[in-house]
């Protein structure tokens, strides 16, 4: 019986909450935890770059600015992450997940510095939450989704809505109200990204997996071609002598072959030889 919560998605719940909630402990008591982390861990260009600070193209996706940040990012992690986790597969979720968060940190790490924001904070779960949505959207296209909390559409609709809408304001080069709307546009990028490699590498190994069968196939009928030529060239005839003269009439080459053809092994692949014969001649 499945989990009513997959792993990977009880363990993202944990880990951005539990640093959420550390940090405002802290803070509570004195101690600027939260500013601290946010300084350390937030998706900064000119820092990551100019101070080969890499981290931050990871450390970005685990911090929050405050509880409605957060609240809204963690429901639509159990809200799209959950049915979407189940259909793919917890590694192939979990690999969605940071591949879309880590490709829309490193789009903004060339995009901004480019719109003249190199010192922007950026900092949320939001660009893998979109590269899930564009995931969910692949595999569940009619489910409507309510838009704006209010518009049902179905998800193959919805998530080009908001992506639409990402690119609207991320043209401005700005993060207006304090949302880095490139970096969720890039979020779904990444998604699309990851499955365009996925595909293409399921394409690979499902052709190598082919031609080795047929490798096989091929290996196993030119095996069985040389056995039943042996018996038809070799063994019929001798075995036709000894029904008309016995076997005191076998010569010590003859009784060899015999003995080496009692000692022959029918191949293992059981191959369609009239039809492998067919194919081989065109």
């Known amino acids: 019986m499945e989990e009513r919560m997959p792993a ?23 101690f600027p935890l939260h500013s601290l982390l946010v300084g350390m861990g937030a998706l900064v260009p000119e820092l990551t770059w100019g101070h080969f600070q890499l981290w931050r193209v990871f450390t970005y996706m685990f911090l929050h600015g405050d509880i409605w940040h957060l ?3 963690m429901m639509s992690l159990w809200m799209f992450g959950t049915p979407l986790c189940w259909a793919m597969g917890e590694r192939r979720f979990t690999l969605l997940y940071f591949a879309s968060g880590l490709l829309a940190g490193l789009f903004s790490l ?4 480019l719109a003249g924001q190199g010192y922007l904070y950026i900092i949320g779960a939001s660009g893998a939450l979109f590269g899930l949505m564009y995931g969910y959207a692949r595999f569940f296209p009619e489910q409507r989704i309510l838009v704006f909390f ?3 559409m179905p998800a193959k609709y919805a998530v080009w809505l908001f992506g639409a809408i990402s690119l609207f304001f991320a043209m401005g080069g700005q993060a207006g109200g304090g949302v ?11 998604a699309i990204l990851f499955f365009k490699v996925e595909d293409r590498m399921s394409a690979a190994i499902e052709k190598a997996v082919t031609w080795r069968e047929r490798e096989a196939v091929r290996k196993a009928a030119e095996e069985l071609m040389s056995h039943e030529e042996f018996y038809d060239t070799r063994v019929d005839p001798i075995l036709k002598k000894i029904s ?15 003995a080496k053809a009692s000692q022959r092994k029918r191949p293992d692949n059981e191959v369609d030889l009239e039809r492998w014969r067919r194919d081989h001649n065109r």
């Open 150 to 152: 209010f518009f049902p």
């Open 244 to 258: 008309k003269h016995g076997m005191e009439s076998l010569t010590k080459q003859e009784k060899d072959i015999l």
């Open 71 to 73: 609240l809204f990012n």
């Open 180 to 190: 880095a709307h490139a970096t969720h546009l890039f979020g779904i990028l990444g």
């Open 110 to 113: 060339a995009f901004y510095p």
């Open 8 to 30: 990977p998605i009880r363990w993202l719940l944990i880990a951005n909450v539990g640093i959420f909630v550390a940090g405002a402990v802290a803070t509570f008591f004195g």
